[in-house]
C-alpha cells in the first residue's frame, strides 16, 4: 500500500507543474495578477508531494520492502542502513528521483526569494522551473518509475547494491554533482524568463549571479567527489579517466565558469547580455545533455547505468523539446537586447572575454570528443573510439594559457586599464616565476614541461597577491581594516584562483613524479620501491555484513623508520557474487601510498600493485578550494539585499 | 548584429539532435579501435595458473588472436567450441581472462579443454581498459610485428572468421 503512495504522489507532483508549467504564463500574458500569484504555491505544492514519493521510496528501503522492484534490484536485508539509504540513487530510476527532488528544491528556494524579483518576472521565472520539471516528472512515470512492484512473487532478498557504489563517497557524490547539475537550471530559468520578459537589464544579472555561483560550487564539490572516489574506490590509482560519464559533469563545469565570469561582465558593465544568456542556457542543455548521454546508453562507458533505447527517445525528445524551444526563443528575442555601455578592449572586460572564449573552446573540445565517435558513425565513416590522448593533447595547453589569463584579469580595471602599469608588473612576476620554478624542477630534476607548468603556476600565485597586496596597502587606513573591507566576492575569487592553482601543480606532479609496479610478494617477504620498504606481513580473513575478505596487511617504513601499516582487501559481495578491490591507502600531503591486492599465486603469494603517488591530494584540495571560493562569492552581502528599484 | 546569426546555435542543435537520434538503438558488432594500427599496449599481468607475472614479452612472436572472455558470459560459452577447433587448426590464441574469478575460470578451462597458448587474468579489468574493451567476448587480431590489425566484438564462428582470417597474416 505505501508504495502506492509513492506513486499516487508524483502523480499529483505532474499535475503542480503542469499547472505550474501553464498557468502563470497565461497570467503572464493576460497581465492577470491573480494567475502570476498561483506561481508561488503551485512550487510549494509540487514540491511537496516530490519530497513525500522520495520519502516513501526512503522508507521502502529502510524497511527492505522487496515487493517494490527496485528495492529489489538495488538493496539487501544484509546491507548496512547507510548503504540502504545511498540506494535510493544506486539505479537509474531512483537517481532520477534525487533529480527531480534536488530540482524541486531549487523551485522551492527561488519561490522563497521571490519577493526580491520584479512582481512579473518572479513567476514566469519558476513557470520555467515548472516546465522542466514536468519534463522530468512525466519521463519517470512514463517510463521509469521507481514504485513498480512486483506481484505475486516477492523476492525474499535483494540482489544488492552494486559493490563499487558501496562507499562513503558515493553516498555524497551523486547528490552534490546534481546539486550542481540541477541548480544551472536557475540560471536557465531566469535566461528564459529575461527573453520572455524582456527584461534584461544589469539587475537581471545581479540575481542570476549568486545561484549561478552556488551551483557551480556544488558541481565543483561533486567532480571532485567522483574523481577522488575512482580513485580509490577502482583500485587503478586513477583520478580521471574522461570517460563520458566524468566528461558528462565536467562540460556543465566548464561552460558554468565561462557563465559565472560573463555574469560579472554583464552585472558591471552591461555588455556580452545576449552571449551571457546563450551561456545561461548552454550550461543547463549541456547538464541536459550529459544526463541524456549517461541514461540512453549512446555511449558506453565504465560506470554507465543500465541503458535502455526507449528511454532513450523519451530523453531526446525532452532535449528537443527544451533546448530546441529556448534556442528558437533565444533567435526570436535576443536581437532586441542591446548593451548599455561601451567597451574596453583595455580594460577588465576584455580579459573576461578572453577567458569565456577559452572556456567555451575547452567545453567544445570535450563535447566533440564526447561525441565524435556518434557524429563519425553516423556519417558512414565506421566506429571510433576517442580515449584519454586526445583530451590531454587538446586539452592541456589551452587550459594552461587559460590559468596564465586568469592571474591578469583581476589585475586589470574596468573599461581601460593603463598598458604601462600592467606590463611592469606582469614582466616581473614572469621573470621571478620562471627563475623560481627553473630552481625548483632543477633541484627535483624534473623535466621541461613541469618547469613550463610550475612558471605558470606561480605567476598566477604572485599576480593573485600581488593584486590583495596592492588593494589593502592603498589608502590610509592600515592593512588589516582593508582586508576586512574587501568583499566576499573578491575573497571567492582569490580563493577559486588559487584552488585552480593548487589543482594544476597536484595533477602536474602526480603525472611526472609518481611510482607504480606490480610485484609478487609472499608473507614475509620485503621489497623496497621508491625509497620505501613494504614488507608483506600476510593475509587475514576478514567478514564484513555483507561481504567475506582477503585483508593484507603491509607494513611501510622509511629508512628504518616505520610509516604506516596499509591493509588493501579483496572482497567477496556474496548477494551479487562480485569480487571487489579495496586499496590500502596512505594519504599524505606531499604523497599517497597506495597498495592493492591482485591475485592469490602459488602458495601464499599474492600479486600486489603498489603505488607511490605524488601530491595527489593537491587536485582535490584545489578542487575544495574552489568550492569553497564559489560558495563565499554566492553569500556575499550585496545579493542578500534588496534589490535596487521599485519592485517591492 | 545581423539577425541569423542569433538562430545559429539553433541550427547547430538541430544537427546534434539528428546525429543523437540517429545512434539511438544502434549497436552493431563490428567496432574499430582507436588502437588499430598500434602496438599492444603494456601490461603486467598474472597467469591463469597463478604462477608468473608476465608483460608483452611472453605474448607470442607469430600472428595470434587475443581473446577476452570470462566464465560469466554466456555468450563466450558459446565461442568457446569454436575457439578449440580454431586451436587445433593451428591458430595461436592468447586469453584474457576478465574480470573473473580464478578457481572458476581454471575449471572452465580443464572441463570445457583450453584453446589458449597462454591465459592472462585480467581481474580489475584495468588491461580490458586500455584495450578499450566494452564487454566479453572480444576478439583482437595481433600481426607478427604485435600491431593490432583487427578488433571484433562478439562470439567467434565459422561466418565471421571466413571473413577476417585473413588479417591474421
Redesign the interface.
Known amino acids: 500500500m505505501i508504495p502506492e503512495i509513492g506513486h499516487f504522489a508524483l502523480i499529483l507532483a505532474l499535475f503542480f507543474s503542469l499547472c505550474l508549467a501553464v498557468v502563470p504564463l497565461i497570467g503572464y500574458w493576460q497581465k492577470n495578477p491573480t494567475l502570476l500569484y498561483t506561481a508561488r504555491p503551485l512550487t510549494f505544492l509540487m514540491s511537496f508531494f516530490v519530497l513525500v514519493s522520495f520519502l516513501v521510496l526512503a522508507f521502502a528501503f529502510m524497511t527492505d520492502d522487496f515487493s517494490v522492484m527496485y528495492v529489489s534490484q538495488n538493496s539487501n536485508s544484509h546491507l548496512p542502513i547507510w548503504y540502504k539509504f545511498s540506494a535510493i540513487w544506486g539505479g537509474h530510476e531512483g537517481s532520477l528521483l534525487l533529480w527531480v527532488l534536488i530540482l524541486s528544491g531549487w523551485s522551492s528556494a527561488v519561490a522563497l526569494k521571490i519577493h526580491t524579483l520584479p512582481k512579473d518576472v518572479g513567476p514566469v521565472v519558476l513557470s520555467v522551473l515548472g516546465i522542466v520539471s514536468l519534463g522530468f516528472l512525466s519521463f519517470m512515470l512514463f517510463t521509469s518509475s521507481p514504485f513498480v512492484r512486483l506481484m505475486p512473487e516477492i523476492p525474499t532478498d535483494g540482489r544488492d547494491l552494486n559493490p563499487l557504489l558501496q562507499d562513503i563517497g558515493l553516498i555524497i557524490h551523486p547528490p552534490m554533482l546534481y546539486m550542481g547539475y540541477v541548480g544551472f537550471s536557475v540560471a536557465f530559468a531566469f535566461a528564459i524568463a529575461a527573453l520572455i520578459t524582456g527584461n534584461l537589464n544589469s539587475s537581471w544579472a545581479r540575481w542570476t549571479r549568486p545561484w549561478t555561483s552556488l551551483s557551480w560550487a556544488f558541481l565543483t564539490l561533486g567532480i571532485t567527489l567522483g574523481s577522488w572516489w575512482a580513485y580509490y574506490e ?3 590509482g586513477g583520478w580521471w ?1 574522461w570517460d563520458p560519464v566524468e566528461n558528462a559533469s565536467f562540460m556543465p563545469w566548464l561552460a558554468g565558469t565561462a557563465l559565472v565570469h560573463s555574469l560579472a561582465v554583464t552585472e558591471k558593465r552591461g555588455v556580452f547580455k ?1 552571449w551571457t544568456v ?1 551561456l545561461a ?2 550550461t543547463f ?1 549541456l547538464s541536459l545533455l550529459g544526463t ?1 548521454l549517461v541514461r ?1 546508453g ?1 555511449l ?1 562507458s ?1 560506470h554507465a547505468f543500465a541503458a535502455d ?1 526507449t528511454r ?2 523519451y530523453i ?1 525528445a525532452l ?2 523539446v527544451l ?2 524551444g529556448s ?2 526563443l ?3 528575442r ?2 532586441q537586447v542591446r548593451g548599455s555601455a561601451t567597451f574596453g578592449m583595455t580594460g577588465r572586460e576584455a580579459w573576461l572575454l578572453l577567458n569565456n572564449i577559452l572556456l567555451t573552446v575547452l567545453t567544445l573540445t570535450v563535447l566533440l570528443g564526447t ?1 565524435y565517435p ?2 563519425f ?2 556519417l558512414g565513416l ?6 584519454a590522448p586526445y583530451f590531454n593533447t587538446v586539452f592541456s595547453p589551452i587550459a594552461l594559457l587559460l590559468i596564465v589569463f586568469m592571474a591578469v584579469g583581476p589585475l586589470s580595471k574596468w573599461h581601460k586599464t593603463k598598458a604601462s602599469v600592467l606590463l611592469k608588473a606582469c614582466l616581473f612576476a614572469a621573470l621571478l616565476s620562471i627563475v623560481l620554478a627553473g630552481a625548483v624542477s632543477y633541484v627535483n630534476s624534473l623535466g621541461s614541461l613541469a618547469w613550463l607548468t610550475l612558471s605558470v603556476a606561480f605567476w598566477a600565485v604572485l599576480l593573485t597577491f600581488k593584486d590583495w597586496f596592492d588593494k589593502v596597502s592603498a589608502g590610509t587606513k592600515g592593512i588589516i581594516p582593508r582586508a576586512r573591507q574587501l568583499p566576499r566576492n573578491y575573497y571567492g575569487m582569490m580563493l577559486a584562483h588559487l584552488g585552480m592553482v593548487v589543482t594544476l601543480i597536484g595533477i602536474l606532479l602526480v603525472s611526472t613524479s609518481s611510482y607504480e609496479s ?3 610478494l609472499s608473507p614475509g617477504e620485503s621489497v623496497s620501491f621508491a625509497g620505501y620498504e613494504f614488507h608483506f606481513d600476510g593475509i587475514s580473513h576478514v567478514e564484513g555484513p555483507n561481504y567475506i575478505a582477503d585483508s593484507g596487511e603491509i607494513s611501510v617504513s622509511k629508512q628504518g623508520r616505520f610509516v604506516t601499516l596499509l591493509t588493501p582487501e579483496k572482497r567477496f559481495y556474496s548477494a551479487s557474487r562480485q ?1 571487489m ?1 579495496e586499496a590500502g591507502l596512505d594519504a599524505g600531503f606531499t604523497r599517497d601510498l597506495y597498495v592493492s591486492l ?5 602458495g601464499d603469494a599474492w ?1 600486489v600493485r603498489i603505488y607511490v603517488k605524488a601530491f595527489v591530494r593537491w587536485i582535490w584540495l584545489g578542487g575544495l578550494m574552489m568550492m569553497c571560493g564559489g560558495l563565499l562569492s554566492a553569500l556575499d552581502k550585496r545579493y542578500s539585499t534588496k534589490v535596487r528599484g521599485n519592485n517591492a | ?1 545581423r ?1 541569423w546569426v ?2 545559429l ?2 541550427i547547430v ?2 544537427g ?11 549497436n ?1 558488432e ?5 588502437l588499430i594500427g598500434k602496438p599492444v599496449p603494456d601490461f ?1 599481468l ?1 597467469t591463469l ?3 608468473k ?1 608476465l608483460d608483452q614479452s611472453s605474448l607470442p612472436k607469430s600472428a595470434y588472436l587475443l581473446n577476452f572472455w570470462a566464465t560469466w558470459c554466456p555468450t563466450c560459452e558459446e565461442e568457446h567450441a569454436y575457439l578449440n577447433q580454431l586451436a587445433n587448426q593451428g591458430v595461436p590464441i592468447v586469453g584474457i581472462d576478465y574480470k573473473d ?2 578457481k572458476k575460470a581454471q575449471q572452465w578451462l580443464s572441463i570445457k579443454s583450453n584453446p589458449y597458448q597462454l591465459v592472462l ?1 585480467d ?2 579489468g ?1 588491461f580490458g ?1 586500455d584495450m ?1 574493451v ?1 564487454g566479453a567476448p572480444e576478439t583482437f587480431i595481433v600481426n607478427t610485428k604485435g600491431i593490432i590489425v583487427y578488433r571484433y566484438q562478439g562470439a567467434m564462428d565459422d561466418v565471421v572468421w571466413q571473413k577476417i582470417k585473413g588479417y591474421l597474416q
Open positions: 577502482l583500485g587503478w579517466f545576449s546563450l542556457i548552454f542543455s541524456f540512453s549512446v558506453t565504465v533505447p532513450g527517445i531526446l532535449l528537443i533546448i530546441g534556442l528558437l533565444y533567435g526570436f535576443a536581437g561525441l556518434l557524429i558513425e553516423v565506421g566506429r571510433i573510439s576517442v580515449g606490480t610485484l609478487k569480487v578491490t591482485g591475485e592469490k599465486l602459488e600479486s | 548584429m539577425k542569433l538562430f546555435p539553433l542543435f538541430i546534434l539532435g539528428i546525429v543523437l537520434y540517429k545512434q539511438l538503438g544502434a552493431p563490428y567496432m574499430p579501435s582507436a603486467t598474472v595458473q597463478a604462477d607475472v574469478d580464478q587474468m581481474e580489475l584495468k581498459v578499450g566494452t
